[in-house]
């Protein structure tokens, strides 16, 4: 059975930083599309930061240049470092899975994912 669980969320001060990792296991093959997604009060989920197989990446404008998604295949981990963290970064972010494209996933948002973690909360405030 797939499993995402994600960790590393926190309080912080505005300027600072957290890295979120997202550990996938029962995979029986490398993690597909990977993606970051960001519940605030309300019923959307914002895509924040995407990653495919073969390293195709899109980011927010929102958090471009602040984030940085990486994947660390032997852990079966993928991390979303956050930088320069503000008060709007808060919220509940996700980590989910699918065999879709990065601009499926995150970019157009025509496949919702299959399979999501539980959530780990980032509250940025001073």
């Known amino acids: 059975q797939v499993q995402l669980v994600e960790s590393g969320g926190g309080l912080v001060q505005p300027g600072e930083s957290l890295r979120l990792s997202c550990l996938v296991s029962?995979?029986?093959?490398?993690?597909?599309?990977i993606g970051w997604f960001r519940q605030a009060p309300g019923p959307e989920r914002e895509a924040i930061s995407c990653?495919?197989?073969?390293?195709?990446?899109y980011y927010a404008d929102s958090v471009k240049g602040r984030f940085a998604i990486s994947r660390d295949n032997t852990k079966n981990t993928v991390y979303l470092q956050m930088n320069n963290l503000k008060p709007e970064d808060t919220g509940l972010y996700y980590c989910?899975?699918?065999?879709?494209?990065?601009?499926?996933?995150?970019?157009?948002?025509?496949?919702?994912?299959?399979?999501w973690g539980q959530g780990t909360q980032v509250t940025v405030s001073s």
């Open positions: 990653m495919s197989d073969s390293d195709d990446v």
């Open positions: 989910a899975i699918d065999t879709v494209s990065v601009h499926n996933m995150c970019v157009i948002r025509s496949v919702v994912p299959g399979k």
């Open positions: 029962g995979l029986p093959f490398p993690i597909p599309t």
